[in-house]
T-cell receptor
């Protein structure tokens, strides 16, 4: 099955700074790479995703970059705001699997 | 993801008791999933179903059972064989050809 590692496990930044979270996966045939945001006690919500034929995708302050050769993809958040504070999960999908495999999460704290 | 509902919000299980968690969606999605989330952890796949009357075990299916008699519904039963059931249970759904999964609000199961 797919092995997924996320780093760092916790990240504290000052408001306005950038944050980067990295996700490493093992299945070279993985073809879908989403990032989910989960606020305390709430459901995970998709914030951005990328497919294997694209290297980078941006949506306002959020971007995802993919390096298929090295088997990792990263979430970039610029101009962080306190409302960005949450746990972020990567969840790559291997080609042979119907479901996502979630990383262990990164707790982002944005200090005002 | 407002089209996926889970009930109850909180559920208490006594020793040796089976309990059933409800998941309903009105998004006309073909695939449905059950995940378990332990405190400070990522989501782990319990079961998933791609079509009615068919379902597959995920990574941690032992002690759980499911049914998929209707497209809209995918109930999860936590049996007495599941010795450590305390967790946050999340249901999700996705449509054919779209990897994006939409999550319900979750059910928190506690053992008395």
């Amino acid at each position: 099955g797919e092995n997924v590692e996320q780093h760092p496990s916790t990240l504290s930044v000052q408001e306005g700074d950038s944050a980067v979270i990295k996700c490493t996966y093992s299945d070279s045939a993985s073809n879908y790479f989403p990032w989910y945001k989960q606020e305390l006690g709430k459901r995970p919500q998709l914030i951005i995703d990328i497919r294997s034929n694209v290297g980078e995708k941006k949506d306002q302050r959020i971007a995802v970059t993919l390096n298929k050769t090295a088997k990792h993809f990263s979430l970039h958040i610029t101009e962080t705001q306190p409302e960005d504070s949450a746990v972020y999960f990567c969840a790559p999908k291997g080609a042979g699997r119907r479901a996502l495999t979630f990383g262990s999460g990164t707790r982002l704290q944005v200090q005002p | 993801d407002g089209g996926i509902t889970q009930s109850p919000k909180y559920l208490f299980r006594k020793e040796g008791q089976n309990v059933t968690l409800s998941c309903e969606q009105n998004l006309n999605h073909d695939a449905m999933y059950w995940y378990r989330q332990d405190p400070g952890q990522g989501l782990r796949l319990i079961y998933y179903s791609q079509i009615v009357n068919d379902f597959q075990k995920g990574d941690i299916a032992e002690g759980y059972s499911v049914s998929r008699e209707k497209k809209e519904s995918f109930p999860l039963t936590v049996t007495s064989a599941q010795k450590n059931p305390t967790a946050f249970y999340l249901c999700a759904s996705s449509s054919e050809g779209d990897e994006t999964q939409y999550f319900g609000p979750g059910t928190r199961l506690l053992v008395l």
